[in-house]
């Protein structure tokens, strides 16, 4: 680090006022690490993806973030700025296929947007020889060393656990073996040990951290910039971290009263006439020891029959003999019924639905009950469901262009070092659009605009250029342009055949009998002027005109 040549040592005074601090007292860069327990966060997204609902939600946003083009069978698509011709296209086509199998992107865009996507941060260490991308995991990058006299710009990432020789990721170094710790010695020939029940690994990894320039790491943050978390991104399971949490104790205590208070109970009503209540226990307990133990005789060894107390589950096949008087006074057995409402999940539901919502997931996508699974597609055009879609759709585009512009810069990179000429500002990567519910919006309208205007077309007040303008919403320069077509397909759909000179040659039609007609020339010499040949199929009124024996038919 030459920066270390440089610096000058401050001594900070204690005693000064927090007001006098500054940030800029130092010329040491400024070191950003994220949220205070960023890494530790890390771990419970992980056990907020256990959740079936956030699942199927982050599988959800992935799948429509990385869908196919059709052109170019990849998750990305090439966005031209300006007109591109020929052999740049095709040049741009073969690098993106050379590029996407690499880095095997047609298989990994999916993982890399969830995981993007699920902790806000997806690390890459690039290959500066074949600029192959390897991933980093993003507890393994504990920093950022800013340089913020050049306008926040990351010049190192703190990173432990790689190999910096990146020959190391394809070949095995015995000297790199002797820089691991297991349990204390060196090498991997310690076996593994177990204390007091608890299992011990024989491996652990090198904590070791290296500063790794920025240039060779490919950072894709889920942040734009303004918050306190930069560089570092934003997952979008922070949110829904409180609902999650709440949903989770309402599940598990909806299991425990299920558990303890569904079955029916029995209750034994144990008549003790007017003994005294130590007595009156002292018969209780045993009344209840002779309900709940059943006497099995059992032979041992030494040949004496014993009975043997055995524990009875109460069946519910056996049958209670108490005595009773004469008054009808005595013991008896009365079930005391279990818990209500074991089948209302109203609650569990509302949790459900409010965790959907704060992750944009329009809740047609993940029905929540039996009788939501057996819904029928939906595309997005009926009801009220197309506002949740279309503005999940808008959400899974924001999150494409805050991840797209570092994979952008990444192939843009790649076509430098591969010596394609092509400027970088012709063309943006970009992930393919997910679905596009504005369309079918647009189709809707149309719709019913075209039957308000053939409702209202008949009506004698009205006038027709009116109701396209006002009902249809043309404009001006779009009502011109369509009655110019509308003349020009009328004029062709009454236009004679002019090429079938001998048809109209039978019935005595001439070109000037044609309204607007312009007779073409005839380069292979006419006979003279006004007189066309075979190709024009008209000859002047003085020609004598050919007989035609099939113009009959023809008409």
Do not use: C
């Amino acid at each position: 680090m030459s920066w270390k040549k440089h610096f000058t040592r401050y001594d900070t005074d204690t005693s000064t006022s927090r007001a006098k601090a500054n940030r800029w007292q130092s010329w040491l860069p400024e070191v950003y690490s994220g949220q205070p327990n960023r890494v530790e966060r890390y771990t419970q997204y992980d056990q907020m993806d256990m959740d079936a609902e956030i699942n199927g939600a982050l599988d959800t946003i992935a799948e429509f973030g990385t869908q196919e083009d059709s052109d170019t069978e990849l998750p990305f698509r090439i966005k031209y700025n300006n007109d591109a011709t020929e052999a740049e296209v095709q040049a741009l086509g073969t690098s993106l296929r050379q590029w996407s199998n690499l880095n095997e992107l047609h298989r990994r865009a999916f993982g890399i947007m969830r995981s993007a996507i699920k902790y806000g941060d997806q690390f890459f260490l690039r290959d500066p020889e074949t600029f192959k991308l390897y991933w980093v995991n993003p507890e393994d990058v504990s920093s950022a060393i800013v340089n913020e006299s050049a306008g926040k710009e990351i010049d190192q990432y703190i990173v432990k656990n790689i190999a910096l020789n990146l020959q190391d990721m394809v070949a095995v170094d015995t000297r790199k073996l002797q820089n691991t710790t297991a349990n204390g010695t060196s090498g991997y020939t310690t076996p593994a040990k177990s204390n007091a029940g608890v299992y011990h690994g024989g491996y652990n990894q090198n904590n070791t951290e290296y500063a790794v320039d920025s240039k060779h790491v490919v950072h894709m943050a889920l942040s734009d910039g303004m918050n306190v978390n930069w560089p570092f991104g934003n997952s979008i399971l922070e949110s829904v971290f409180k609902v999650y949490k709440q949903k989770e104790l309402l599940e598990d205590s909806i299991i425990i009263y299920r558990v303890q208070r569904a079955p029916e109970r029995r209750v034994f009503y144990i008549d003790v006439g007017n003994m005294p209540s130590h007595k009156a226990m002292a018969f209780v307990e045993r009344v209840k020891n002779e309900v709940h133990q059943t006497r099995i005789p059992n032979k041992t060894g030494g040949g004496t029959n014993v009975m043997d107390a055995a524990y009875n589950p109460l069946s519910i096949m056996e049958d209670y003999f108490f005595a009773q008087t004469a008054e009808g006074r005595g013991s008896k057995v009365d079930v005391l019924q279990g818990g209500d409402n074991l089948g209302e999940i109203d609650d569990l539901k509302y949790f459900n639905n409010k965790l959907l919502r704060g992750l944009r997931i329009p809740s047609s996508y993940l029905p929540t009950g039996p009788d939501d699974g057996t819904a029928t597609y939906q595309d997005g055009r009926v009801g009220t469901a197309l506002i949740q879609e279309y503005r999940f759709s808008k959400y899974v585009e924001r999150i494409q262009a805050i991840l797209q512009s570092v994979l952008d810069k990444e192939f843009k990179m790649f076509l430098k070092f591969r010596g394609v000429d092509v400027p970088s500002s012709l063309f943006d990567l970009a992930f393919t659009e997910p679905q596009s519910f504005s369309q079918y919006r647009d189709i809707e309208l149309d719709s019913q605009r075209a039957q308000l205007f053939s409702n209202l077309e008949g009506v004698p007040y009205l006038s027709r250029r009116f109701i396209l303008k006002k009902y249809l919403g043309l404009q001006e320069d779009e009502l011109v342009e369509n009655e110019m077509m509308w003349r020009a397909e009328n004029n062709d759909m009454n236009a004679p055949d002019f090429d079938n000179q001998n048809a109209l040659g039978g019935l005595g039609v001439r070109g000037g009998d044609i309204e607007g007609f312009t007779p073409t020339p005839v380069d292979d010499g006419s006979p003279e002027e006004g007189e066309v040949g075979d190709e024009g199929g008209v000859t002047t009124s003085d020609s004598p005109v050919p007989d035609d024996p099939g113009g009959d038919d023809e008409i």
